[in-house]
């Protein structure tokens, strides 16, 4: 029964590094989610894709991140250059269809330092 | 805009019932949803319900929705130490996809 995978589960980088976070979706599910979790805040919404196509960026910062959900393999958070701010848990989550209850996965937690 | 808000924490009693409040402001919500965190973990959906029901029930989970006044409610009968989480109300919008907006969460403490 495998949910929403995300790895890795906790990533450190230097500050001006990149860092890149993984997402499988639910088997079958072809929308996935990526949102941000600050420090003792809720969830931002980022970016949501359908297989090959960015559908709703207006959550992602302008420059530095970018995302990808390529036919094949996970679906890709990238963040170049990373700064102290990038710090944050960075969830994925994937639903069959669009406004159908989604499935998170467990989290990336990033660590900028 | 489209806001959600709650209040930040909750103490209970073990046995005792919790309510946890939200408000939204888009008026076009679909649905809205509750989802808990424990500590560490991601997101684990507890419930939804509809933007045209005012009450849904689910074992010791029952979620009132007032549409007039743009609130919703979670109650947790009987809570158990178990139950000691956030607790996140989201709206999905209507023709935004998937998109949902996310309170801050309610930090709920049960004591023995």
């Known amino acids: 029964n495998a949910g929403v995978m995300q790895n890795p589960r906790h990533l450190v980088r230097r500050r001006g590094q990149e860092a890149r976070l993984r997402c499988s979706p639910v088997?079958?599910?072809?929308?996935v989610y990526w949102y941000r979790q600050l420090p003792e805040e809720g969830l931002k919404f980022m970016v949501y894709l359908q297989k090959e196509n960015i559908i709703d960026e207006s959550g992602m910062p302008k420059e530095r991140f970018s995302a990808e959900f390529p036919k094949e393999g996970p679906s890709i958070l990238r963040i170049q250059q990373v700064v102290r701010g990038d710090s944050a848990a960075y969830f994925c989550a994937s639903s069959p269809r669009a406004s159908e209850g989604y499935t998170f996965g467990s989290g990336t937690r990033l660590t900028v330092v | 805009g489209e806001d959600v808000e709650q209040s930040l924490f909750l103490s209970v009693r073990e046995g005792d019932s919790s309510v946890i409040n939200c408000t939204y402001t888009d008026s076009s919500s679909t649905y809205l949803y509750w989802y808990k965190q424990e500590p560490g973990a991601g997101l684990q959906l507890l419930t939804y319900i509809f933007s045209n029901m005012d009450m849904k029930q689910d074992q010791r989970l029952t979620v009132l929705l007032n549409k007039k006044d743009k609130h919703l409610s979670l109650r947790i009968a009987d809570t158990q130490t178990g139950d000691s989480a956030i607790y996140f109300c989201?709206?999905?919008?209507?023709?935004?996809?998937?998109?949902?907006?996310f309170g801050q969460g309610t930090e709920l403490s049960v004591k023995p």
């Open positions: 088997k079958g599910h072809s929308h």
């Open positions: 989201a709206e999905s919008i209507q023709n935004q996809g998937g998109k949902l907006i």
